[in-house]
């Protein structure tokens, strides 16, 4: 029994090592449920929460239904995501924005 013991702390311990230094010592990617996201009117990033996502669009500080999630490509640009691209167009044409910061024909954000 004493064996069997000493066999998982030399098996176990080793491992707990690798992920604690993983965990400490691991990338500096955004948190998991957060997701950026561009006011398509001023052009602003920001990482929102997934707790603090109630919709998309999401309204913005002056309560403009603006803000949309972002993908970045390889390139480095940012995009609207493929799923929101719609509700987008739907809202350019229906003139909800006087001014864009995405190019409403391959939805990049202009910076």
Same mark, same amino acid.
């Given at each position: 029994? *004493? +064996? #069997?013991? /000493?066999?998982? #702390?030399? @098996?176990?311990?080793? @491992? #707990?090592?690798?992920?604690?230094?993983?965990?400490?010592? &691991?990338?500096?990617?955004?948190?998991? &449920?957060?997701?950026?996201?561009? +006011?398509?009117?001023?052009?602003?990033?920001? *990482?929102?929460? /997934?707790?603090? !996502? !109630? &919709? @998309?669009?999401?309204?913005?500080?002056?309560? *403009?239904? #603006?803000?949309?999630?972002?993908?970045?490509?390889?390139?480095?640009?940012?995009? !609207?995501? +493929? $799923? =929101? $691209? +719609?509700?987008?167009?739907? *809202?350019?044409? $229906? &003139?909800? =924005?006087?001014?864009? /910061?995405?190019?409403?024909?391959?939805?990049?954000?202009?910076?």
């Amino acid at each position: 029994m *004493r +064996n #069997a013991l /000493k066999y998982a #702390a030399l @098996i176990l311990g080793p @491992i #707990a090592l690798i992920v604690s230094l993983v965990l400490v010592l &691991g990338d500096d990617s955004p948190v998991p &449920g957060s997701r950026q996201f561009v +006011n398509v009117v001023t052009g602003d990033l920001m *990482r929102l929460d /997934k707790d603090e !996502i !109630i &919709g @998309i669009p999401m309204p913005d500080s002056e309560g *403009r239904w #603006a803000l949309f999630p972002v993908d970045e490509t390889d390139d480095g640009s940012l995009v !609207i995501s +493929n $799923r =929101y $691209r +719609n509700g987008l167009q739907q *809202r350019i044409e $229906r &003139g909800y =924005y006087e001014e864009l /910061k995405v190019d409403p024909s391959t939805y990049v954000v202009q910076q």
